[in-house]
Each structure stands twice: as structure tokens, then as C-alpha cells.
């Protein structure tokens, strides 16, 4: 069946990076757009970036993460990233990938910015 796992999250201080991993399997994954969506503490889950299937195209969708955050896949590696760089507090969410179409979704990587 389709799996979709997420890593890299954890507790990092303001100003610091991340990089968040998605590992997919079950499915031609160079065939699927993937993107990164976040639930913060009490607000509902919001699109961050999305990517197309082969990397072409890529966009970050929250604007206080414009310029911070990019989206990057390898097709090889049937993994998409999320690079997280000046991390801030509002940034503290639960980070989950997700497929388009047939929307699979991950059970998510949580990252706290705090110090």
C-alpha cells in the first residue's frame, strides 16, 4: 500500500534550519506533485510549498516562508525535502507531505522553534 513517511523535524532554536525528508513507496512516485503542508497550535492545516512531478516546478505558498523555505525532490530516492532555513516560533507546527492527485498524506514530523 502507499506509505508516505516524514523525518527530520525536532526541537531547534529561533534562527536555526531544518531539513525535512518524505519517503514515499507503494507508488510510481515520479508520476505524483508533492507538497508540504503545516498545522500550527490551534489553526487549521495550510498548503506551505508544493513541487511539481519531475522538480521542474517548485513554490513556496506561505508568505513569511518566501525565501526561507524551499521544496526539492529526488525521483531516484522517491523522497521530497523540505528546506527550512531562520527558523521562527510561528513555525512550530506538525509538517506532513502529501501526494497530487489521489491526495496521500503522511502522518507528519512535528518541529518546535523555541529557545
Known amino acids: 500500500q502507499v506509505q508516505l513517511v516524514e523525518s527530520g523535524g525536532g526541537l531547534v532554536q529561533p534562527g536555526g534550519s531544518l531539513r525535512l525528508s518524505c519517503v514515499a513507496s507503494g507508488l510510481f512516485f515520479s508520476s505524483y506533485a508533492m507538497s508540504w503542508h503545516r498545522q500550527r497550535p490551534g489553526k487549521e492545516r495550510e498548503l506551505v510549498a508544493g513541487?511539481?512531478?519531475?522538480?521542474?516546478?517548485?513554490?513556496t505558498y506561505v508568505d513569511n516562508a518566501k525565501g526561507r523555505f524551499t521544496i526539492s525532490r529526488d525521483n531516484a530516492k522517491n523522497t521530497v525535502y523540505l528546506q527550512m532555513n531562520n527558523l521562527q516560533p510561528e513555525d512550530t507546527a506538525m509538517y506532513y507531505c502529501?501526494?497530487?492527485?489521489?491526495?496521500?498524506w503522511g502522518k507528519g514530523t512535528q518541529v518546535t522553534v523555541s529557545s
Open positions: 513541487i511539481d512531478n519531475n522538480g521542474g516546478s517548485a513554490m
Open positions: 502529501k501526494t497530487f492527485p489521489n491526495n496521500y
